[in-house]
């Protein structure tokens, strides 16, 4: 089996959708600021309300977050997570570390903070009986298609996830019970690098596809 075989041009594939697949980054440092028109936000948000749910459950919410003030709160809150993971750090790795921009807060249009609640749809939740996670999971889903949307619309989207859940929850008054999932900073961006930040930065290389390609049983590459 061939794992690098790429997909030829048929009726049945999409070159554009796997272009924006490949082309997806997560963007911390060429955000331009410009504003997301309002029906460019919109389709962007019915595509992450389109993705699948557990139950139908659709256990999602989008809080947008314009206000400069609130934003540099979270950016202030986020800057101090970094240098208590900074500290964990051995010498060679906090170096390197150093010098990686994690977060483009108040660089990017706004925030869309993205939510978790476990309640919805609930007590019976076709498909979550068994696994309890799989409301997490659809919300996850409903993230990667905001993503995908945002690229195929040339716009840059990244995920901020140095936060103290509690902290974010009183930020923007999310209900007790409720979790904020990801603050997905968001807007129009100069470019988008032809490889991930952290691959370019050193600190980790991609995998290549045959190393987690596994047959039959886990274990046994292809």
Request: aromatic residues 8%; negative net charge.
């Amino acid at each position: 089996m061939d794992a690098s075989h790429s997909c030829e041009p048929s009726l049945s594939c999409e070159p554009g959708l796997y272009e924006t697949i490949h082309r997806r980054r997560d963007v911390r440092g060429q955000f331009t600021g410009e504003e997301i028109p309002l029906g460019v936000l919109r389709r962007i948000l019915e595509a992450a309300h389109a993705a699948p749910s557990v139950g139908l459950s659709q256990p999602w919410d989008f809080v947008v977050v314009r206000d400069v003030a609130t934003r540099e709160a979270f950016r202030e809150h986020v800057l101090e997570e970094r240098q208590r993971f900074l500290a964990e750090l051995p010498p060679e790795r906090a170096d390197l570390f150093g010098r990686i921009k994690i977060e483009g807060i108040l660089e990017a249009s706004c925030g869309i903070v993205v939510t978790y609640d476990p309640a919805r749809g609930a007590p019976y939740v076709l498909g979550r009986h068994s696994i309890a996670d799989a409301g997490l999971y659809s919300v996850c889903l409903a993230i990667e298609n905001l993503w995908l949307a945002a690229t195929a619309e040339g716009l840059g989207v990244g995920w901020v996830s140095f936060y103290v859940e509690e902290f974010l929850r009183a930020l923007l008054s999310v209900p007790r019970g409720t979790r904020p999932v990801a603050w997905l900073c968001i807007g129009p961006v100069t470019h988008l690098e032809p490889a991930p930040d952290l691959e370019r930065a050193g600190w980790r290389d991609r995998l290549p596809l045959e190393a987690v390609w596994h047959e039959e049983r886990f274990g046994l590459l292809s």
